[in-house]
């Protein structure tokens, strides 16, 4: 199957930082979506972005499909941004996403 | 915005004991899934659901395991005699195919 890998695995900040996290995938994929679980472990949907870039307020994301990388840009960094941020991707016709391992945030006051 | 609801959000069940987790996908989707996520680890692909059917399945998925669209709205995932290692979160998530999958907030399933 695709490999999907994140970094940094765990990203400790202080409030009000920005952040970079990067997700990588081997192969071409027609679904990108970035998620945030929060710490009661609901999976919040950020973006769907398969190809170019997206915003929503602080946080945006780009995805570079023909180099098979996406990044999600956090900006004024909040402690509720707290928490674990997943890519997952969908290969064309394969019907389930991919998710990568994640990057653990942690915002501090 | 629509949601994928989850019920019930924790449960907690005997070793051997089966167990339905359900959901209510978003009413104009017509593909379902359930994914697992043990405590710590990475989200996990179960069983997609299309058409009445299966379309796919992992290698987790095994007759332990069966899923239902019993009625127009419920969507069910079916554990038979639970075992300490099912454990996990488990996500329900709906998808119309072209933007992307909407998760609930899952079940959390804690076999003693």
């Known amino acids: 199957g695709i490999q999907v890998e994140q970094s940094p695995p765990d990203l400790i900040l202080q409030e009000g930082a920005n952040s970079t996290l990067r997700c990588n995938f081997s192969d071409s994929v027609n679904n990108l979506q970035w998620f945030h679980q929060n710490p009661w472990g609901q999976l919040i949907n950020l973006f769907y972005?398969?190809?170019g870039t997206k915003q929503n307020g602080r946080l945006s994301a780009t995805t570079v499909a023909t180099e098979r990388y996406s990044l999600l840009y956090i900006s004024s960094s909040q402690t509720t941004d707290s928490g674990v941020y997943f890519c997952?991707?969908?290969?064309?016709?394969?019907?389930?996403?991919?998710f990568g391992s994640g990057t653990k945030l942690n915002v501090k006051p | 915005e629509p949601e994928v609801t989850q019920t019930p959000s924790h449960q907690v069940t005997q070793m051997g004991q089966e167990v339905i987790l359900r959901c209510v996908p978003i009413s104009n989707h017509l593909y379902f899934y359930w994914y697992r996520q043990i405590l710590g680890q990475k989200v996990e692909f179960l069983v997609s659901f299309y058409n009445n059917e299966i379309s796919e399945k992992s290698e987790i998925f095994d007759d332990q395991f069966s899923v239902e669209r019993p009625d127009g709205s419920n969507f069910t995932l079916k554990i038979r005699s639970t075992k300490l290692e099912d454990s996990a979160m488990y996500f329900c998530a709906s998808s119309e195919r072209l933007y992307g999958y909407t998760f609930g907030s899952g079940t959390r399933l804690t076999v003693v």
């Open positions: 997952a991707v969908e290969v064309w016709n394969f019907n389930k996403f991919y």
């Open positions: 972005i398969p190809s």
